[in-house]
T-cell receptor, first 109, second 114 residues
Framework: SQQGEEDPQALSIQEGENATMNCSYK?????LQWYRQNSGRGLVHLIL?????REKHSGRLRVTLDTSKKSSSLLITASRAADTASYFC?????????FGAGTTVTVRA | NAGVTQTPKFQVLKTGQSMTLQCAQD?????MSWYRQDPGMGLRLIHY???????DQGEVPNGYNVSRSTTEDFPLRLLSAAPSQTSVYFC?????????????FGPGTRLTVT
């Protein structure tokens, strides 16, 4: 069963705009991760936020975590065409990750 | 480092045939996993291994076997292929340790069963 659920399922934005996607999960977590998947490729790890953290930044990425609401958000600022991909949140521990169905982001030039 | 490699990239099987999907990593990672990805769904864990000689079942293990004789290799065997096993298969690995939560994924094998 899927632990995380991303919202929206799909997002289309203009280059330079910000993209925000959300992830809700069901059970308590130690950490939450975000991955990116370009079309036809494997997943690439973007960022990990631990349960005792509320916000984390990495380049143009900003992740927040609200454990009371069991939700996380991923913000991509100043989007580029290369950000066109599917984004997945994942929870779990060690070797057993549970993924949501993903948000497909399309950045229009 | 090549990272996580998977072969083949594409495969077409007939119902009832068997085959092995290969996965190898050169990062000396203890943990390795197999996932399948179906349209509109996230990745689902098939089998995983915490080290050579140790494997266990994930969420959707039926119809698949694994073994881990070395740290580097983690092959996935389809015993008798069924159309329901048409999917994209990803292998992943990660190191043991407090800070090793990130998983490294291979490029995937796209399998079609007719």
């Amino acid at each position: 069963s899927q632990q995380g659920e991303e919202d929206p399922q799909a997002l289309s934005i203009q280059e330079g705009e910000n993209a925000t996607m959300n992830c809700s999960y069901k059970t308590s977590i130690n950490n939450l991760q975000w991955y990116r998947q370009n079309s036809g490729r494997g997943l690439v790890h973007l960022i990990l936020i631990r349960s005792n953290e509320r916000e984390k930044h990495s380049g143009r990425l900003r992740v927040t975590l609200d454990t009371s609401k069991k939700s996380s958000s991923l913000l991509i600022t100043a989007s580029r065409a290369a950000d066109t991909a599917s984004y997945f949140c994942a929870t779990g521990s060690d070797y057993k990750l549970s993924f949501g169905a993903g948000t497909t982001v399309t950045v229009r030039a | 480092n090549a990272g996580v490699t998977q072969t083949p990239k594409f495969q077409v099987l007939k119902t009832g045939q068997s085959m092995t999907l290969q996965c190898a990593q050169d990062m000396n990672h203890e943990y390795m996993s197999w996932y399948r990805q179906d349209p509109g769904m996230g990745l689902r864990l098939i089998h995983y291994s915490v080290g050579a000689g140790i494997t266990d079942q994930g969420e959707v293990p039926n119809g698949y076997n694994v073994s881990r004789s070395t740290t580097e290799d983690f092959p996935l065997r389809l015993l008798s292929a069924a159309p329901s096993q048409t999917s994209v298969y990803f292998c992943a690995s990660r190191p043991v340790g407090l800070f090793g939560d990130e998983q490294y994924f291979g490029p995937g094998t796209r399998l079609t069963v007719t």
